[in-house]
C-alpha cells in the first residue's frame, strides 16, 4: 500500500515508524521523478530536501508553527505533505505553483521566492508571535546553503542575535550549491566542514564517548549516528563563527538520515532560543540522471524522459540566452577590458562560455545582486567595461546601487537582463516586468530590446562602447524570434518594419513585440488603415526620429510586454507632449497586478496584447470617428492631408535615413 496516498496533512506522518518514513521518502523520490518530467520544474533542488521536510513536519505543527523556504523552489516535498499531491498541472495555469503561495494553503507563508529573505521573514514572524504572547510558536527557516551568499541573510542574523529568548530554526541546506556551485567564502567555509577528515571518521569514535557519559548522551548519540556531529560542534569553526553571533548551533547532521534530522530539531525547538541546524545533504539526491548532471544536477528542467532524464523534445532553434553567450565571447575577444559579473547564474545567464574562454575575466558573486551593481561600478572606476548578467527579476534589488553607485559616477556598466517581460511558470516573483519601468528613471541611462539575434548582437556591441552611462541590454525567455529585416534605419538607430501609403497608425514596438506588431499592421491594411512599424532598438532615450513620425500619424500604439505604467510607452507620451506633438498615445502592456503562473501566450492574452486584440481595438477607434483616417492625396489635390500643410510635409522622412543592414551606428 502506497503510504503518500494516505498523507493529508503533517499531522497523518505522526504514526510512521522509523522504516515507514524511509518508504515515503522513497515514494515521494519516485513521484517526483515520474509527475516533474512530465511539466517540468525545480527536480533536483526537491529531491534533496525529502528527507530533510519529512523531519521538520514531524518535529513541528505547521501552520501553527510557520515554515519558511529560501529559496521556495525547495517546497514540493512540503506541498506534498500539506495535501497537495496532484502535480499534474504543475506550474501551469490552475494547477500548482512552483513556488510556496498563500491562496494555495495556509502552510504557505512566503511567496516571493527571491533568494536570501527568509531570515529576515523569519526575524519578524518571531519577534511578532514573541511581542503577542505565542511563545509557543516557532518559526523555521530552511535556507538553502546559496542564499547564504547573500547580505540580507547576515543583516538578518545580526538582528536575529540580538535577542535570544524567541523560538527561532534555522535549518541550512547545505548542498554545495545554488544553481551551480555555491562560490564565496561561505561555501568555502561549509566545504571544509563537509571535507575535513573529522566530519568522516567521527561517527565510529562518537559512539565509545558516548556510551561513557550516562543515557542522556546516549539518547543524543540516537540524533547524531549517521553524520551529526553537534556534541564536538564547540571545537568547530562553525560554533566559533555562530557563537560570535550568540546563535546555538547543531551539526553537521545527515540531511538524508529522518531519525537524525527529527532528534537534531527536537533540541533546537526545545532550545527556545534561536539555533541553526547545519544538513548536508545532496541535491538530486536517488535521482541518477540529476546526480550526474555536473552543470546543475537537474536544478529546472522541462519535460524530460524519466528513465534517462534526456528532454523529450529538442529545442527547435536558438535561445535568447545563447545568442547573447556567444555574442559576449565574440565581444571579449575584440576588447580586453570587457569582464563579465553574474549573481550565482553563471550557466543561466550564458556567461558560463565566457569563462571558458576567459576564466580570470569572469566574477560569480553569489546572491548578491547589490554588491554585483557596485563592484562593477568599481571595475568601471579602474579601467574594464562590466557586463553584469542577471533575470530581469533579480535586478529590481540593484536598484539602488545601479541609480547611486553606477549612473551618479557615470560608470560604463552594461546590464543584461534575461528572462525579460513574461516570463511563465514561475509566477508572480519572476516575471520580468518591472525593469523598464524601474530603470528607466535612473538619469542618463540607455536601454534596448532587440527584436532578434541580429539586433542582440549589434546592440551589444554599441552597449559595450558606452563608456559614461549604464547601458541595459534585455531580452526574453525561450528561443529568439525569426529574423525581421527592417526596410531602413535612422541615422539615431530606429529602424522601420513596415510601411504604408497612409500615416493613420504608428506602431511602436518594443524588442520582441516587434512581430506581433507587424501582424497588427497587416490587419489593419486589411480594412483599409495604413500603419507604420517601427522598432527603436534602444527604447531610452526616445530618439528624435520616433518624435517626428509620431508628428505625421494619427495614432500612436506602444506595445511592450512590461507593466504599462511607467514603461515605455509612458515615456514615450511624455515627450511627445513635451515636444508639443498632440497625437494620441495608446500605450499598451501588462497591468500593475502580480500575474499568476501561466504560460506567456495566455499571460499575454488576458492583457489583450495579441494581434488580433490589438487591431481590433485600433479599428474600432478609427472606424468609430475616434481617430480620422488619413486618405492620400489625389491627383488635383484635393483629399485631405495627412498633416501639415503641404505633400512635401506629409510626407517628409525625419531624418537621414541609412540601409538597414549596413554597420550599427555608436551611441
Known sequence: MSLLENIHGPRDLDGLSSEQLVQLAQEIRDFLVSEVSRTGGHLGPNLGVIELTIAIHRVFESPRDSIVFDTGHQSYVHKLLTGRQDFAGLRQRGGLAGYPQRSESPHDIVESSHASSSLSWADGIS?????????????????????????????????ISDDNT?????????????????????????????TRPMYTTLQKSSEKAFSRLGSPA?????????????????????????????????????????????EALTQARDHNAPVIVHAITQKGKGYGPAVDDVAD??????????????????????SWTGIFSDALVHQAERNDKIVGITAAMLRPTGLHRMAERFPKRVHDVGIAEQHAATSAAGLAFGGLHPVVALYATFVNRAFDQILMDVALHKAGVTFVLDRAGVTGPDGPSHHGIW????LQVVPHIRIAAPRDAVRLREELAEAVRVEDAPTVLRFPKGLVNPELPAIRRFDDGVEVLVESERNDVLIITVGPMAAMGVDVAERLQAQGIGATVI??????????????????????ITIEDGIRVGGVGTRIRQDLRAAGVDTAVDELGVPDEFIDHASREQILSDAGLTAQQIARDVVDQVLGSRIPVARPLSNDGDEPSLGGDSDEEQHAVPGRTTKADGDAEQL
Do not use: C
Open 218 to 262: 546516549r539518547a543524543f548519540y540516537r540524533g547524531v549516528r549517521g553524520g551529526l556531529h553537534g556534541f564536538l560542534s564547540r571545537f568547530t569553526d562553525n560554533e566559533a563563527l555562530y557563537s560570535n553571533l550568540d546563535i546555538k548551533y547543531i551539526g553537521p547532521v545527515d540531511g538524508h538520515d529522518v531519525d537524525a534530522m527529527q
Open 435 to 438: 525593469d523598464l519601468a524601474i
Open 297 to 318: 544536477q537537474f536544478h529546472a528542467v522541462g519535460k524530460i524522459d524519466p528513465i534517462t532524464g534526456e528532454p523529450v523534445t529538442a529545442s527547435e532553434g536558438d
Open 166 to 194: 524567541r523560538r527561532l530554526i534555522i535549518v541550512v541546506n547545505d548542498n554545495g550549491r545554488s544553481y551551480a556551485p555555491t562560490i564565496g567564502g561561505m561555501a568555502k567555509f561549509l566545504s571544509n566542514v563537509r
Open 127 to 159: 519577534r511578532a508571535y514573541d511581542m503577542t504572547g505565542q511563545h509557543d510558536r516557532a518559526v523555521v527557516a530552511v535556507v538553502g546553503d546559496g542564499a547564504l551568499t547573500g547580505g540580507m541573510t547576515w543583516e538578518a542574523l545580526n538582528n
Open 535 to 556: 522598432d527603436p532598438r534602444w527604447v531610452v532615450p526616445v530618439a528624435q526620429s520616433v518624435i517626428e513620425l509620431a508628428r505625421e500619424h494619427r495614432l500612436v
